[in-house]
């Protein structure tokens, strides 16, 4: 993976993570792309993606489109990556 890449995946785990978005609680996909700047809009959701197909997103169909949240039983494993990236 592209360091450009882990620093997306960074920015949409810590968004969901930072906003306590577990399990029933979940935020529209599209979500994602606030505060990444528009030359990386587009890898935010490639990576939301990748993270459902891994199952550390949880993916909901809703009457707007798809919701993601993070899955609690892989909390700390986002806890650690978080933390490792920081430092």
Request: hydrophobic residues 35%.
């Amino acid at each position: 993976m592209t360091d450009q890449y882990e620093q997306v995946k960074f920015k949409v785990l810590w968004h969901l993570y930072t906003h306590g978005y577990f399990g029933k609680r979940h935020t529209p996909i599209e979500s994602l792309k606030r505060g990444l700047p528009s030359h990386l809009k587009g890898e935010a959701i490639k990576v939301a993606r990748d993270l459902i197909r891994e199952g550390i997103l949880v993916a909901k169909k809703t009457a707007h489109g798809i919701d993601v949240s993070i899955n609690p039983r892989r909390a700390r494993e986002v806890k650690e990556f978080l933390e490792r990236f920081e430092t």
